[in-house]
């Protein structure tokens, strides 16, 4: 048994987020209420004691199954009247390690180890701020010469700085998780078990894929699933090595998370094509029939390196795609959007009526270069004059894309000037239009179904092929 707590955040992350989580149908509360409500959520139960947050491990990082729990009764079935918990999922993009990333944590570990945690100082308290925070790790690690694309290795020392900078679990299933074959799998969990972090969507026998990964959050049990669409064409080693995306294999795994016991369920999937926006027919379909599911509470997802869109359906949020968290991509070689993402936190209610995301915040994030800080696009313009423009640019592009309604909200809500005020001197070519656009609240961007986006702009370097990272 592995206990895992954070401390309480410190600085202003709850400060940004606006009290509006609300049933449909319900009474509107008051806003000081809901305040207190979240403060809980988020601050007082983030003091977690040793136990908080638990997950239990065999040797090899595998959850271990728990004692056969009764399937969850249906919510539509359940007695109502026993009070609720709230709970704060974190999800962001994807940790796409290039060559140019990997040298830049030497340098911070002083030419004699891989330092990556200072990359991630200043969206820290954010990660910790969540109850349960979950990454993506794209890149496989291993202890042979580090390398970036095409065929990826990341030093193990990625894996310290992920538990360093507060995500308790990773999704391991994506488009590069064989580039080492089973060995880069193996020692990509071998890792992530040293540095205690939690893991699913690859596997190092077929006992462990059967397994589901559930934790106990806030004394709520929560299992995460992963699974990836492709593999850059690279064949699993076996049937159980990586967690391919098809509807029968998530739905069945997820039907036993809850037989195991999970009262939440969430799934993450590393889909789309690459650089558009708009979610490919994939995605749609996929998502459609997973969300119709009652065993599966919330369905993310990234891969395409820019923002999706968070839409509804079939009565449930789904977070198309998170964007990058950290890459070398550029508009260099890519849709300037690459260098944006976003961090998104998934509220959740669990009570007698079952499980429900109630409330999805998102923070945009913009990855500065040549240090590859990667920095809340929203707040860190107005301390880092340099970028301020670019900050400003990279938040409209994914506030543009992902949406706000009455369930979907950005960190913060707006930015500190809006339209038809004077812009900044520095405002970037298309910030003021972008923001304006944002501001104006169309349709698309003010009810809870946000407009569909339109295709990003093709890359300025020609043309690309599925699963292509041109730097290095």
């Known amino acids: 048994?592995?206990?895992?707590?954070?401390?309480?955040?410190?600085?202003?992350?709850?400060?940004?987020?606006e009290p509006r989580w609300r049933r449909r149908g319900a009474r509107t509360r008051p806003a000081g209420r809901w305040r207190r409500t979240i403060m809980l959520s988020g601050v007082v139960a983030l003091a977690i004691a040793a136990g908080g947050c638990t997950t239990a491990g065999r040797p090899g990082g595998h959850a271990v199954r728990p004692a056969r729990a009764s399937p969850a009764t249906p919510a539509q079935h359940r007695r109502s009247g026993s009070p609720g918990v709230q709970l704060v999922v974190e999800a962001s993009g994807d940790l796409l390690i290039h060559s140019a990333i990997f040298d830049r944590a030497l340098v911070l570990g002083g030419g004699?180890?891989?330092?990556?945690?200072?990359?991630?100082?200043?969206?820290?308290?954010?990660?910790?701020?969540?109850?349960?925070?979950?990454?993506?790790?794209?890149?496989?690690?291993?202890?042979?010469?580090?390398?970036?694309?095409?065929?990826?290795?990341?030093?193990?020392?990625?894996?310290?700085?992920?538990?360093?900078t507060g995500w308790r679990a990773c999704s391991t299933a994506g488009t590069h998780s064989l580039d080492q074959g089973q060995t880069g799998v193996d020692d990509t969990i071998r890792a992530?078990?040293?540095?205690?972090?939690?893991?699913?969507?690859?596997?190092s026998s077929a006992a462990a894929q059967k397994t589901p990964l559930i934790m106990t959050v806030k004394g709520v049990r929560v299992a995460f699933l992963a699974y990836t669409e492709l593999t850059n064409g690279i064949p699993s080693p076996h049937s159980w090595s990586v967690n391919r995306a098809s509807a029968a294999q998530i739905l069945a795994d997820a039907h036993r998370a809850r037989a195991?016991?999970?009262?939440?369920?969430?799934?993450?999937?590393?889909?789309?094509?690459?650089?558009?926006?708009?979610?490919?027919?994939?995605?749609?379909?996929?998502?459609?029939?997973?969300?119709?599911?009652?065993d599966i509470t919330a369905v993310v997802g990234q891969h395409v390196h820019i923002v999706q869109p968070i839409r509804i359906l079939n009565g449930k949020l789904v977070v198309f795609g998170e964007g990058n968290l950290i890459s070398n991509q550029t508009s260099a070689c890519c849709p300037a959007a690459s260098q944006d993402g976003m961090i998104v936190l998934v509220a959740i209610t669990v009570d007698?009526?079952?499980?429900?995301?109630?409330?999805?915040?998102?923070?945009?994030?913009?990855?500065?270069?040549?240090?590859?800080?990667?920095?809340?696009?929203?707040?860190?313009?107005r301390t880092d004059p340099t970028d301020a423009a670019a900050l400003r640019a990279s938040y409209a592009r994914t506030v543009a894309v992902a949406g706000r309604g009455p369930d979907i909200q950005p960190i913060p809500a707006h930015l500190l000037y809006k339209?038809?005020?004077?812009?900044?001197?520095?405002?970037?070519?298309?910030?003021?239009?972008?923001?304006a656009?944002?501001?104006?609240?169309?349709?698309?961007?003010?009810?809870?179904?946000?407009?569909?986006p339109r295709r990003a702009s093709p890359p300025a370097a020609g043309p690309f092929r599925p699963g292509m990272q041109t730097p290095r």
């Not at 200072?118 to 701020?129: A, C, D, E, L, S």
């Not at 993450?268 to 998502?287: E, T």
């Open 1 to 17: 048994m592995v206990n895992r707590s954070a401390a309480a955040p410190r600085g202003g992350f709850w400060s940004w987020v």
């Open 112 to 164: 004699r180890h891989y330092d990556f945690a200072p990359m991630f100082t200043q969206i820290k308290p954010y990660i910790r701020g969540a109850d349960l925070a979950l990454c993506h790790v794209e890149t496989p690690m291993t202890p042979a010469p580090p390398a970036g694309y095409p065929t990826f290795n990341t030093p193990p020392a990625l894996a310290t700085a992920i538990a360093q």
């Open 192 to 203: 992530l078990d040293r540095a205690g972090v939690a893991h699913t969507g690859t596997f």
């Open 260 to 294: 195991d016991g999970a009262q939440v369920v969430i799934v993450n999937i590393h889909w789309g094509d690459q650089y558009l926006a708009q979610p490919s027919g994939f995605q749609l379909a996929l998502a459609s029939q997973l969300t119709r599911s009652p």
């Open 352 to 381: 007698s009526r079952g499980a429900r995301v109630t409330f999805i915040h998102y923070m945009p994030i913009w990855v500065r270069h040549p240090d590859f800080a990667v920095l809340p696009a929203g707040t860190a313009w």
């Open 419 to 435: 339209a038809g005020k004077r812009p900044p001197r520095d405002a970037a070519p298309g910030e003021i239009e972008a923001v």
């Open 437 to 452: 656009a944002v501001m104006a609240g169309p349709a698309g961007l003010t009810s809870a179904r946000p407009a569909r």
